[in-house]
T-cell receptor, first 113, second 116 residues
Framework: GQNIDQPTEMTATEGAIVQINCTYQ??????LFWYQQHAGEAPTFLSY????GLEEKGRFSSFLSRSKGYSYLLLKELQMKDSASYLC??????????????FGSGTRLSIRP | GAVVSQHPSWVICKSGTSVKIECRSL??????MFWYRQFPKQSLMLMAT?????????EQGVEKDKFLINHASLTLSTLTVTSAHPEDSSFYIC????????????FGPGTRLLVL
């Protein structure tokens, strides 16, 4: 099966930088995703990593190390609207449905002024 | 691109009634759709995976006779909660993938169900 670990809660200051870590264990890794979910809303897609390295997209960057089973999401220039849960998710190639992904429990990020 | 809609956005029903939730991919053909359930302050729980034209694959512990899923076209999947009870009250979210968006899942806005 899979095991996805990420911190339950984090707090950061407006304008600062925060890094949310995710570790995973899976026997058929085939991509890692980050989603953002505001309270009461559905998740929205942030990033996708399948190769090692850093993917940058505006204020958000995502890093992957497949050998270490490790990823992080980096948020820069934090804004109050970034307060949300951030979900790490992994796709396992063993599943017949190519796009089936398994979600971690999410990290609830609170931004203080 | 990759817009997914859900209808209704919220529903209140009496215990024992059935509720149908629709999930549509608006600008792409979704060969696969997923149904999730999320209780307050908990993570997304995958209920079932639905491929167009075939029977849905349910996750362990999800009753297929209670949660009926139909994926009759490449743009529409429906989830019917049969004989709903208060414990079925939850946030139901669908997601879709396919076509140019086959590598990831794009989520609908969710349906909040309250069973009285």
């Amino acid at each position: 099966g899979q095991n996805i670990d990420q911190p339950t809660e984090m707090t950061a200051t407006e304008g600062a930088i925060v890094q949310i870590n995710c570790t995973y264990q899976t026997s058929g890794f085939n991509g890692l995703f980050w989603y953002q979910q505001h309270a009461g809303e559905a998740p929205t897609f942030l990033s996708y990593n399948v190769l090692d390295g850093l993917e940058e997209k505006g204020r958000f960057s995502s890093f992957l190390s497949r050998s270490k089973g490790y990823s992080y999401l980096l948020l820069k220039e934090l804004q109050m609207k970034d307060s949300a849960s951030y979900l790490c998710a992994v796709r396992d190639s063993r599943y017949s449905s190519a796009s089936k992904i398994i979600f971690g429990s999410g990290t609830r990020l609170s931004i203080r002024p | 691109g990759a817009v997914v809609s859900q209808h209704p956005s919220w529903v209140i029903c009496k215990s024992g009634t059935s509720v149908k939730i629709e999930c549509r991919s608006l600008d792409f053909q979704a060969t696969t759709m997923f149904w999730y359930r999320q209780f307050p302050k908990q993570s997304l729980m995958l209920m079932a995976t639905s491929n167009e034209g075939s029977k849905a694959t349910y996750e362990q512990g999800v009753e297929k006779d209670k949660f009926l899923i139909n994926h009759a076209s490449l743009t529409l999947s429906t989830l019917t909660v049969t004989s709903a009870h208060p414990e079925d009250s939850s946030f139901y979210i669908c997601s879709a993938s396919g076509g140019a968006f086959f590598e990831t899942q794009y989520f609908g806005p969710g349906t909040r169900l309250l069973v009285l």
